[in-house]
């Protein structure tokens, strides 16, 4: 039994039967809530497992794209250090 079905438990004693199907259904309401509770809490679980797997997303799409800015501008700044080396004394 895990946390949240024994709290909800605690919320929500049951009474001693009085009629035929009361406690029962009372039971299975309390079940139900306790189903809820443990669903809603693996959900956010897995909520924080989704949010890492979008930052490793934009971290891709950051390192392929400063990997295509890098090669189309590798050229023009290997053309700039040249020319600025040639200006300068010993060069």
Do not use: D, H, W
């Amino acid at each position: 039994m895990t946390a949240a079905t024994e709290l909800v438990r605690a919320q929500l004693p049951l009474p001693k039967p009085l009629k035929g199907g009361e406690c029962t259904v009372l039971r299975l309401f309390s079940f139900a809530q306790a189903y809820t509770v443990e669903a809603a809490n693996a959900l956010r679980k897995r909520e924080e497992g989704q949010t890492m797997a979008e930052y490793g997303v934009v971290l891709a799409v950051i390192t392929l794209a400063v990997i295509g800015a890098i090669t189309l501008l590798s050229s023009n700044v290997r053309n700039a250090i040249t020319s600025v080396a040639n200006i300068l004394p010993g060069g």
